[in-house]
């Protein structure tokens, strides 16, 4: 690519040498796209993010015009392809800065000792905590994760180990891609109407979560932990076969302890991406203002319905203007819950990193 | 405890492809006996149809008999673990337990199939199969360390350690040096060498040379033509098998005009 | 050898083995129950929902008059976040895997990936505290100046929780998703084709145009399908964003916007009486025969097409 600005003559000489764009054109279409957008926002007095926007527009058109001029029309549309490409991607980004920076700059000022160590009975007005919701989901969980590994990881295990090939085993993946896709609240809805149909219509218990929670969570361990048994090297098997070890204890001892990191991985994602799920909870789990530590026995909170309840009833607003109580709670308890996703998310990653090595060989 | 093994009328197939016609041969005990013959000539399928270890692909199946000490492997009450437990195998590429130590990976027959023993039985089973195999010291110093972290000869001698702590009659091996650089494979058919006094051993090689060196019979097998079975062509003492073969295609392969 | 043979002639199977296979088997044979338990639970729960007493379907009088709205609204609130995120998608996945220095690609990728793993209903807070409030002079411009379109009729909302907002929200839950996918078949272009259309002079991007699209058009196709599947069930985010009433309207900026069958659920969950419990329920069912179809779909088309790449 040339750097000095181009002479024609030059560049028609050397069959090779078309005319470029300087290096720094790109540069200059930026500032002058900022500099009228800028002065068009000021003059007329537009939000400073139209005027961002127009600036972007400006961009994309102007370049690519100046490239059609000079380059021609393929490398034009070459620029704006890749104009485009680079903006889409930006403006992904920026939902998600925003969120994270809402939620850090609302979440932070609502969280103390008081928000995290207490629950919302007769509480009216400010104050009051999450601890409810907190123990609420750590239950929820823990009983949806050990409902769903163990079915998940045999069912992987005879996906991998026994069915290879098998009707079954064809019928199984099948219907695992077709688990991936159910919404969230028919998990929900299925677990309450296998409830209601036990216990009555007016049941709501944290268990009913667990059930709606582990529909969501199996296919994910399924997935995460078929892929895993399948890195494993047939090798260690045909090892394990010719010293005289039986298929299951070679399944035991051999190939789960090699895939165990990966394992251990996919499950805690999994177990992050059901953390944050509202819909199927607030269906059977349902809503309290208590601690509640029995998952069969009546309603239990949860974070992410503890978030919606807060929005969807808020309190009050103070009098002389500001929010009412309940959003700084819901973005309080929004950044713990975000925080818990990221933490079991690092988790997930070490984990990974850890265990990775083992089927490297080294030779 | 070495075992002669009788082959006779095998046929081996994979669902309905026939890999292996018509074998007949003796395995005397006590004694190397070598499988030569160009790829795909059934050697290896030969080989693990000798402990059942083919019946791990789906679909394999076997006609004809396998006997050893009058025992017909392939009796249907024959429980192929047990099979393997007896016969035990090394193969190509090196393959010790990449989450177990040196130590456990020698013991891992034993713990694997749960057999409870004693710490200063494991030690001693430890150290006479290590130093059968001509591992015990370089490793041991550091029997602890993960058995992934040695050499590629240490490794297949850690198999090969792994192989003899179960105590088997018969040691199979599938081209055990093939992944292996000269050193180590001089290292290794040593250890051949000096197995043979207690062990029948059988090994598929390509390298005619190693077969020669290492072995007292020779097989060498061969494809009729593509897409047919594999078979016997030939069956020797490996002296006769190299200086004066009774099959043309034998000197031709041997000689190096095909192959 | 030690072996003996057992009287019986069948092979010998350890018990070991036998327990342990016939658990993995029952693992899988469990997961069939499941789905299967979800179809028939729902079924026997929903069904009276189908012919309960007529003043439960308020402001209609059976089942299918108010299904009909929430469908409508179901299917365009996905049609509209579709609209949004597809391009968004390819843009992003294409970035990552044939723009961004490869020493970014990774994290970047990561970044989006972080996109799924917030949970919806802190989006939800985000589109009905945040996003609402700052698309409110998008709605009025939109409304200034395009008015002469449907979509555009107006009034603009004062809230600016309309169902585009919804859009939006759900455009940025389904981005992540498509744009795995998508990445995933851009980058298993088969290196050679695009060195081919290289070599011949083209462009990056008459390489991606000629080379990487072709090749990647059923796996865009299923990935697609996938995040409108994401988008036909997502509950929180448009629960949260949206006040809705049951209308039929394709305006999308105006006070008076459709809920989604999800989002209804979610909000007349509890003032539910049993019967009306049944109807949601009932509701439910034709949201999960709907997104199954559209699963199954994408599956099928993804079916099709590796069948034709083995071929």
């Not at chain 1, 207490?118 to 949806?144: K, Q, S």
């Not at chain 2, 000798?50 to 004809?64: C, Q, S, T, W, Y």
């Not at chain 2, 130093?131 to 370089?138: Q, V």
């Not at chain 3, 169902?163 to 996918?181: C, E, F, K, Q, R």
């Amino acid at each position: 690519m040339t750097t000095t600005p181009l002479e024609p003559d030059f560049a028609v000489s050397v069959g090779l040498v078309q005319p470029r764009l300087p290096r720094w054109a790109s540069i200059l279409v930026g500032v002058i796209s900022l500099g009228v957008a800028g002065l068009l926002t000021m003059f007329l007095g537009w939000n400073p993010v139209g005027g961002i926007v127009v600036a972007v527009l400006l961009f994309v058109v102007g370049l690519p015009l100046w490239s059609a001029l000079l380059e021609g029309r393929r490398t034009a549309v070459d620029r704006l392809a890749t104009c485009l490409v680079w903006v889409a991607f930006g403006s992904v980004v920026v939902p998600l800065v925003w969120l994270i920076w809402l939620v850090l700059k609302n979440g932070v000022g609502a969280i103390d000792m008081e928000f995290l160590t207490y629950d919302m009975r007769n509480i009216v007005g400010a104050g009051g905590g999450i601890y409810h919701a907190l123990m609420g989901t750590l239950l929820v969980t823990i009983a949806a994760t050990i409902i769903s590994v163990p079915i998940g990881l045999f069912t992987a295990i005879y996906l991998t180990e026994y069915g290879k090939g098998s009707r079954l085993a064809r019928v199984t993946t099948f219907l695992v891609d077709v688990m991936t896709g159910i919404p969230s609240i028919v998990a929900g809805l299925f677990a309450l109407a296998l409830f209601v149909l036990i216990f009555g219509p007016a049941i709501r218990i944290g268990f009913g979560g667990s059930v709606a929670l582990s529909l969501l969570m199996i296919p994910t361990v399924v997935r995460s932990a078929e892929e895993m048994l399948r890195l494993v090297p047939s090798d260690l098997r045909e090892a394990s076969y010719a010293l005289g070890v039986p298929k299951w204890r070679t399944i035991v001892k051999v190939v789960l302890p090699t895939s165990l990191g990966g394992i251990i991985t996919g499950v805690v994602l999994a177990i992050s991406r059901v953390i944050g799920e509202t819909a199927p909870l607030l269906v059977v789990a349902g809503a309290t203002d208590s601690v509640n530590f029995n998952l069969f026995d009546g309603r239990m909170m949860t974070l992410p319905v503890y978030i919606f309840s807060q929005y969807s009833s808020p309190g009050v607003a103070p009098i002389g203007g500001g929010d009412p109580p309940g959003y700084a709670r819901a973005w309080g308890a929004a950044l713990v819950l975000i925080a818990i996703v990221m933490v079991l998310n690092l988790i997930a990653r070490i984990i990974g990193k850890i265990f990775a090595p083992p089927t490297d060989r080294r030779r | 405890m070495a075992k002669s093994i009788d082959i006779s009328d095998l046929d081996i197939y994979y669902g309905d492809f026939k890999a292996v016609e018509g074998v007949n041969m003796t395995i005397r005990a006590r004694a190397v006996t070598a499988f030569i013959g160009p790829s795909g000539c059934g050697k290896s399928t030969f080989l693990r149809a000798l402990n059942r270890m083919h019946e791990v692909i789906p679909g394999a199946r076997v006609e004809g008999k396998v006997m050893v000490s009058g025992q017909s492997l392939y009796d249907p009450g024959v429980d192929p673990v047990a099979v393997r437990r007896q016969i035990g195998m090394v193969f190509q590429r090196p393959n010790p337990f990449p989450t177990m130590s040196i130590y456990e990976n020698v013991l891992a027959g034993n713990r694997l199939n749960s057999r409870k023993i004693k710490k200063a039985e494991a030690d001693e089973i430890v150290e006479r199969s290590l130093k059968s195999a001509n591992l015990w010291t370089e490793v041991k110093d550091r029997l602890s360390k993960p058995g992934m972290g040695l050499s590629g000869g240490q490794q297949q001698r850690l198999c090969i350690a792994r192989a003899i702590a179960v105590e088997p009659e018969v040691l199979l091996m599938d081209e055990p040096c093939s992944a292996l650089d000269p050193i180590s494979t001089s290292a290794i058919e040593d250890l051949i060498h000096e197995l043979k006094a207690d062990y029948t051993i059988v090994i598929v090689t390509h390298n005619m040379q190693q077969a020669a060196r290492v072995s007292d019979d020779t097989g060498f097998f061969n494809l009729k033509a593509a897409g047919q079975p594999g078979h016997l062509v030939e069956f020797n003492p490996t002296n006769k098998m190299f200086t004066n073969p009774d099959e043309e295609s034998t000197e031709a392969y041997i000689s190096g005009r095909f192959g | 050898m030690s072996v003996t043979a057992p009287p019986d002639t069948k092979p010998v199977v350890r018990l070991g083995d036998r327990l342990f296979a016939g658990t993995a088997r029952v693992a899988a044979l469990t997961i069939m129950l499941a789905l299967a338990g979800v179809f028939v639970f729902l079924a026997i729960e929903g069904i009276p929902g189908l012919s309960a007493p007529a003043e439960i379907y308020q402001p209609f009088d059976n089942f299918w008059s108010y299904v009909g709205p929430l469908v409508f609204g179901t299917v365009l609130a996905a049609v509209v976040a579709l609209i949004i995120a597809v391009p968004f998608s390819i843009g992003v996945a294409l970035f990552i895997s044939h723009y961004a220095p490869p020493r970014v690609a990774g994290p970047l990728a990561y970044v989006i990936d972080l996109l799924a793993a917030v949970p919806s209903v802190v989006y939800g807070l985000w589109g009905g505290l945040a996003l609402g409030q700052a698309m409110k002079p998008v709605f009025g411009w939109l409304f200034d100046n395009l008015s002469f379109l449907p979509f555009f009729e107006g009034p603009p909302s004062v809230t600016g929780r309309t169902i585009l907002t919804a859009g939006i929200v759900l455009a940025i839950m389904v981005v992540p998703i498509t744009t795995a996918i998508s990445r995933e078949v851009f980058a298993q272009t088969p290196r050679l084709h695009e060195e081919a259309a290289m070599a011949l002079g083209a462009t990056q991007w008459e390489t991606i145009r000629y080379a990487v699209f072709p090749y990647a058009r059923s796996g865009v196709v299923s990935a697609v399908m996938l995040g409108l599947g994401r988008a036909l069930g997502e509950t929180m985010a448009v629960a949260m964003v949206l006040s809705a009433t049951p209308v039929v309207t394709l305006n999308l900026i105006s006070n008076t916007n459709p809920a989604t069958i999800a989002s209804n659920i979610a909000s007349n969950y509890k003032e539910a009486t049993p019967d009306k419990q049944a109807v949601l329920i009932a509701t439910g069912l034709v949201l999960f025969a709907v997104t199954f179809a559209v699963n199954f779909l994408a599956r099928w088309v993804v079916g099709r097409s590796e069948r034709k790449v083995t071929r």
